[in-house]
């Protein structure tokens, strides 16, 4: 198996404190990756500055080589987290060229376009907010060239060192005998190398006597996710650092090979979770094995272990808040919103007169229809604090937003109770709050994700069942189909939705890479809403998708909050308020 990596170290960025294990832990790595027969490429600054061009160029020549089955990509240095899986992977010359970074989901995204059959992203970078208007305006770039799909598509791991808004720890030399170094570099390189032996299998052929010991993603997984707790308390007890791992690679791809004799492994102890530790990864599992889509958190027919973990959690009741909250079921126009948990300053709908008035502890926004049937329009309101939220105006359809501490946790859609689709969503109510409820769980740390392939494409199956009753659901799957790689899952969303009389929501739309606003505008080849990405976690797939936008919405890009949902900051709201009051979106 040909196999390459390219190995990435960067200790010093900007005016950002300089990292002390970041190229040692580059160089470590690259040490063991030669060890394997792995044709490496290292890029570290401690003989001269780091690149975004070098980083494409090394990546480019590995690929236009056609000979590879495998690229490993990893890097050491600082991270920022500009939105919900939105990872920026800063290089020598960031901040101060706003470039100069590594667009992590969207090299992700370009990197099944290649052709390389097993792709490992290693990440042991910070993954914290930025905190400095200078860092906020980091765009980075994508790494992987942009080519036609291939298939079949090829499985990417992706190891991140933390989970999002968390920092990648280092070991001072005084509280670690091992000297100053990162947490997960460590701990993966202890894996890699063949130190703990029961990750390490056999995937030889059993009927022909062949042996092959591997350490492959799926055992490394498991290993990661509690040796690095363990070591960052062992260092202090304060000290808290969880990783993030998707694995979708199956035999007989693996990382590491080891001739090795046979032996008993040695089993792992499993660390017992405290009340404090439980995630909400944890509680995804577990409802996932529970079979959760035969349950129903409210009725209390989850199993005991399983509410258990939600309520030690504190999830039981924050879904059940969020299936509860309930809007309008109509307006005179058949079309509008209903926001809950906040109030709304202003709002405006392109092309459309709208009333804002409070009623029943919510706001309300009617949406008038007057000469705008058939065309699609967004909207944006300012809430409290001058945060701006766009939304998809769908004729016929009343949307709730739910708003907590300030951060917009759920947007959902509904029939008009004076629509044909509304007798239909009382039919299905039950199992339309069942799928809530999954959101709610999946959209954990501020963005919707699954753990492996197999996880998300279930996921989106599952979803996409009722999109007709809540266009979310079909917006939920269509993400939930690219963590999977499956272009012919969210093409199969597009086209229901392109042949609705609703537009098309923009994400969608921008994963089939059928995104042109140019020419949508000009030639009306179907309609899209709003006119940016609904969550947050898609600004990062702009670039990776060809989406063309007007210089106003790069610029609000700047002031994108943390959250699920895209969400403007208030000098974001200010640049985008007059241009969509002249009509300057479609």
């Not at 376009?113 to 400095?132: F, K, L, M, Q, Y």
């Not at 304060?238 to 035999?251: A, C, G, Y």
């Amino acid at each position: 198996m040909n196999r390459c990596a390219v190995v990435i170290g960067i200790n010093k960025t900007g005016d950002l404190p300089v990292l002390h294990a970041a190229v040692s832990g580059a160089r470590d790595f690259a040490a063991w990756a030669t060890s394997q027969g792995i044709d490496i490429t290292l890029l570290t600054d401690d003989n001269g500055n780091v690149s975004l061009g070098d980083v494409k160029a090394a990546i480019r020549s590995y690929v236009q080589q056609r000979i590879f089955s495998q690229l490993i990509l990893f890097f050491s240095g600082h991270g920022i987290l500009r939105a919900p899986d939105y990872e920026l992977w800063l290089l020598s010359g960031a901040p101060d060229d706003p470039d100069d970074a590594v667009n992590v989901p969207g090299s992700i995204w370009l990197a099944r376009n290649v052709g390389i059959p097993h792709v490992v992203v290693i990440s042991d970078a910070c993954r914290s907010r930025p905190n400095t208007s200078r860092l906020s305006q980091v765009q980075g770039g994508v790494v992987f060239p942009n080519e036609s799909p291939r298939t079949p598509r090829p499985a990417v791991d992706v190891f991140y060192a933390a989970l999002p808004g968390d920092p990648a720890l280092e070991v001072s030399a005084k509280d670690a005998t091992e000297g100053y170094r990162g947490l997960f570099t460590d701990c993966l390189l202890k894996g890699l190398m063949g130190n703990v032996p029961d990750i390490i299998v056999n995937i030889g052929n059993s009927h022909l006597n062949e042996e092959k010991w591997v350490v492959p993603s799926w055992e490394l997984k498991p290993y990661l996710e509690q040796e690095v707790p363990d070591a960052a308390a062992s260092v202090h007890i304060k000290l808290q650092q969880e990783p993030d791992i998707r694995v979708e690679s199956h035999p007989p791809s693996y990382l590491a090979e080891f001739i090795r004799p046979s032996a008993t492994a040695i089993p792992r102890t499993e660390r017992a979770l405290h009340p404090e530790e439980i995630t909400f990864r944890h509680v995804l599992r577990s409802l996932k094995d529970d079979q959760f889509f035969q349950g129903h958190i409210q009725d209390g027919s989850l199993p005991a272990n399983t509410r258990e973990i939600a309520e030690k959690s504190e999830m039981a009741d924050a879904i059940n808040r969020l299936i509860e909250v309930r809007g309008r079921e109509s307006f005179e126009t058949r079309t509008g919103f209903s926001v809950v948990g906040t109030t709304v300053e202003r709002a405006v709908i392109t092309g459309s007169d709208c009333d804002v008035f409070e009623e029943n502890s919510a706001y309300q926004i009617r949406v008038h229809n007057d000469g705008y049937e058939g065309k699609a329009r967004s909207g944006l309101l300012q809430i409290k604090g001058g945060l701006g939220i766009p939304l998809a105006v769908l004729p016929g359809y009343i949307g709730t937003v739910v708003v907590e501490s300030g951060r917009v946790v759920t947007v959902t859609y509904l029939p008009s109770r004076q629509t044909s689709k509304y007798a239909e969503y009382q039919s299905v109510a039950p199992e339309i709050e069942k799928r809530r409820a999954f959101i709610a769980v999946a959209a954990r740390h501020g963005s919707f994700r699954f753990e492996g392939g197999m996880e998300a494409m279930e996921a989106a199956h599952f979803l996409r069942t009722l999109k007709a009753i809540d266009p979310t659901l079909g917006l939920y799957s269509a993400y939930a189909y690219a963590q999977a790689g499956d272009l012919e899952g969210i093409q199969s969303v597009f086209e229901y939705m392109s042949r609705e009389p609703e537009p098309v929501l923009f994400d969608v739309a921008m994963l089939t890479n059928k995104l042109d606003l140019r020419l949508i505008t000009e030639r009306r080849q179907f309609q899209v809403s709003p006119f940016c990405p609904m969550l947050t976690q898609g600004w990062a797939l702009l670039e990776a998708n060809e989406v063309w936008l007007p210089s106003v919405m790069r610029s609000a890009r700047e002031n994108l909050q943390p959250g699920l949902w895209t969400t403007f900051g208030r000098e974001g709201v200010e640049k985008l308020w007059a241009y969509i009051k002249f009509g300057g979106v479609i």
